[in-house]
């Protein structure tokens, strides 16, 4: 069994509370306990407010009972509410951080993972499965990048038993988490204050703007990014100066019609591996938040190294089936094309980046030989399956109390996609059957092309697209093969996400082909988005030359 999987299965890393539930007495757990007194205190979402924790846990594979010491932890923290949407929800999610008696942070190590005074309890309340962050942390962990460990908990606050929770590290700097160099506010200058950073695409207003329209956006918005580290409060001029203007600079070579070129393009400035690891953990999931929200990206310093990596991948809970709008839960489609589905979207759009990314030459080649060497590894059918079953498993003894603690199942809570299953068991089968479905659809549309490529097979839609000649120049043609009778309408954009053409076909049963009008088009790379009668949604994308 793989090491990881090996350390993710002790029973000690999947914590629980024990209470006693209006349905049933519960006395203990075959996992740890966590018990918050707030001491009559109101939990609030900011500032945190001081409270007791403590925590039971007799080891691995040791029951935990509810009368046992406080023995893993006994101490004060500072808590609060987390979360944006997800604080409707009556099951709130929390931010920790350990403290001592005088009020001040401290660092110590929980559950065997690295020292530190920041963690999450995390309240799966609209994730029936309990384990969507859980899988894609997973992912990314064992593609080889940082990412939360997830512990599962039982949660007591003031005597209320709260259910399952996943007690997990948050998104820090630090030697155990994201791993690059401190930057004090001294560092305004030279190498010192070239990193490290991390910033984020999020819902926060506290940084600065890009130079570059969203594609597709009904009112040409562009994003803000954010200040993750330093902190807002920490950061000073010269370092919000230089992280704005490196990123400009990534921008900038991305735009460019010389993007591609491996010394001035954008791999001057990204460190594309992980790049394309992001793009698969998003596409896997298709996290209809991915790419626009909670979107994580850092850089160190220039002596140690100088690009923009993608990620740590965060915050999973709507991925994997789990959204009902703007196609979050079918199994067909890119994510990164969101714009083209939800242009309207005021959450924030996804940025130009990927667009650009999936029309170099080199990328796509890269990212087919990367998701054939995934396949048959961490994103096999069976690895992923032996994950869900481990959780599965595991939280079979708890799942009863949460599910009695908060009567979901079967019902709908936002954004669950239909059907909804109306057991635990039901939930579990159908993220299982969605996620096959989902690889299978990656299978076939990845970009088929460099020393990775294969044969190519017969496409899994109804309706199948083709463009001839592709590259295209003058006047093109695109083929469209139906299976009935039936109207197809076509929107035709550029990289920016202007519209530059529309038309509706009648098609036949059996091939149909039809004249573009290219020939006054720019040369670059086109997205064409289809939707037929019945609602099939196909994008494609083709170049004039």
Not at 308 to 324: S, T
Not at 369 to 382: N, V
Not at 397 to 412: C, D, I, K, N, S
């Amino acid at each position: 069994m793989h090491r990881l999987l090996k350390k993710l299965l002790l029973p000690g890393f999947f914590l629980f509370s024990c209470f006693i539930c209006s349905a049933q007495p519960f006395t203990s757990s075959n996992l740890p306990i966590i018990n918050i007194n707030t001491n009559g205190q109101v939990i609030v979402d900011d500032p945190k407010i001081t409270a007791d924790m403590g925590i039971i846990y007799n080891g691995p594979g040791i029951r935990n009972n509810t009368t046992d010491p406080f023995n893993h932890y006994n101490g004060k923290i500072g808590i609060e509410i987390r979360g944006q949407s997800s604080q409707m929800f009556p099951m709130k999610s929390y931010s920790i951080e350990l403290r001592d008696n005088l009020g001040n942070s401290q660092d110590k190590v929980l559950f065997g993972l690295p020292k530190e005074s920041d963690w999450v309890l995390y309240a799966p309340y609209t994730d029936k499965t309990l384990m969507r962050n859980f899988l894609a942390y997973a992912m990314s962990r064992e593609m080889g990048h940082w990412a939360a460990n997830c512990v599962f908990v039982e949660v007591v606050v003031n005597g209320d038993y709260k259910g399952i929770y996943v007690f997990m590290e948050k998104i820090k700097r630090g030697s155990g988490r994201v791993n690059i160099s401190k930057i004090n506010t001294t560092d305004i200058s030279g190498d010192a204050v070239t990193g490290g950073y991390i910033f984020s695409l999020d819902k926060e207003p506290d940084g600065w703007f890009s130079s570059y329209p969203v594609p597709n956006s009904t009112s040409s918005a562009k994003r803000q990014f954010s200040y993750v580290y330093p902190k807002l409060e920490n950061i000073v001029q010269q370092q919000k100066d230089y992280i704005k203007s490196y990123v400009d600079s990534f921008e900038t070579a991305l735009a460019s019609p010389q993007f591609q070129d491996p010394v001035s393009g954008v791999r001057r400035f990204a460190d594309i591996p992980s790049f394309i690891d992001y793009f698969i953990v998003n596409e896997v999931s298709r996290n209809v938040d991915g790419y626009r929200l909670s979107s994580f990206f850092y850089k160190d310093r220039n002596s140690k190294n100088s690009k923009i990596f993608a990620g740590p991948v965060w915050d999973y809970d709507l991925a994997f089936r789990n959204a009902d709008y703007c196609d979050g839960s079918k199994t067909t489609g890119w994510a990164y094309q969101f714009n083209y589905v939800c242009p309207g979207d005021g959450a924030g759009l996804v940025p130009f980046w990927w667009n650009n990314f999936m029309a170099d030459t080199a990328f796509k080649s890269n990212l087919r030989c990367r998701w054939k060497q995934l396949r048959q590894t961490i994103l096999s059918e069976t690895h992923l399956n032996s994950l869900i079953d481990s959780v599965f498993n595991l939280v079979n003894e708890a799942r009863t109390r949460h599910f009695q603690r908060w009567p979901v199942l079967g019902v709908y809570v936002w954004p669950n996609a239909q059907p909804i299953p109306a057991s635990y068991e039901g939930e579990i089968s159908a993220l299982k059957t969605w996620i096959a479905a989902r690889l299978q659809w990656i299978d076939y549309y990845i970009p088929n092309t460099g020393t990775c490529s294969d044969l190519i097979a017969a496409s899994p839609s109804s309706v199948s697209v083709s463009f001839v000649p592709n590259p295209f120049s003058g006047n093109g043609s695109v083929g469209i093969q139906s299976p009935s009778s039936q109207e197809i309408s076509m929107n035709v954009f550029d990289v920016l996400g202007r519209k530059v053409y529309e038309a509706k076909y009648n098609l036949i049963s059996g091939t149909n082909t039809f004249h573009l009008p290219s020939a006054a088009w720019m040369s670059g790379v086109y997205f064409f988005s289809f939707q037929t009668s019945s609602g099939e949604r196909i994008v494609q994308k083709a170049m004039k030359q």
